[in-house]
């Protein structure tokens, strides 16, 4: 009997592998790709255009129709999530592939001592075969 070959973790092999920059951009991709985040964003800007429509005018910091500095602050935002977030992706993405790779030698394992052990039970229905006439 062949001793088994023991398979790797690709999950704590991938984790261990990146940066930390690399685990900050996918803990990001994590969270941003949640609907908490989006009710997060859809909230802050239903407040603030809210606010800046409905409060008395000299209450209002971001007057409409114009609503500057919330424009500035969402294309900040965006801009510094865009390219985290497509970071995170493509981790995510070698993740993915390692995990396939993985599942791949697996199945070749598993295919493999398929073969052996379907050899084996052609063997001993041959044997049996042969012994059953003795046994009568």
Same mark, same amino acid.
């Given at each position: 009997?062949?001793? *088994? #070959?023991?398979l790797?973790?690709?999950? %704590?092999?991938?984790?261990?592998?990146?940066s930390?920059?690399?685990r900050f &951009?996918s803990?990001? *991709?994590?969270k941003?790709?949640?609907?908490t985040?989006?009710? #997060?964003?859809?909230? +802050? *800007?239903a407040? +603030?255009?809210?606010?800046?429509?409905? &409060?008395?005018?000299?209450?209002?910091?971001?007057?409409a129709p114009?609503?500057l500095? +919330?424009?500035?602050i969402?294309?900040?935002?965006?801009?510094? @999530?865009?390219?985290?977030i497509?970071?995170?992706?493509?981790i995510?993405?070698?993740h &993915?592939?390692? !995990? /396939?790779?993985?599942?791949?030698? #697996?199945?070749?394992? /598993?295919?493999?001592?398929?073969?052996? @052990?379907?050899?084996?039970?052609?063997?001993? *229905? %041959?044997?049996?075969?042969?012994?059953?006439p003795e !046994?009568?």
């Amino acid at each position: 009997m062949k001793p *088994t #070959v023991s398979l790797k973790n690709v999950n %704590e092999y991938h984790k261990n592998s990146l940066s930390r920059s690399q685990r900050f &951009a996918s803990w990001i *991709t994590g969270k941003i790709g949640t609907m908490t985040f989006f009710y #997060v964003i859809f909230s +802050w *800007t239903a407040i +603030w255009l809210l606010w800046n429509l409905m &409060a008395p005018k000299t209450m209002q910091f971001d007057p409409a129709p114009d609503f500057l500095l +919330w424009l500035f602050i969402s294309n900040m935002i965006q801009i510094f @999530l865009m390219p985290l977030i497509m970071i995170g992706q493509n981790i995510q993405g070698k993740h &993915a592939e390692m !995990l /396939a790779d993985n599942d791949f030698e #697996v199945n070749k394992k /598993a295919e493999q001592e398929i073969k052996e @052990l379907k050899e084996k039970l052609e063997y001993l *229905t %041959e044997l049996i075969e042969k012994r059953l006439p003795e !046994l009568k």
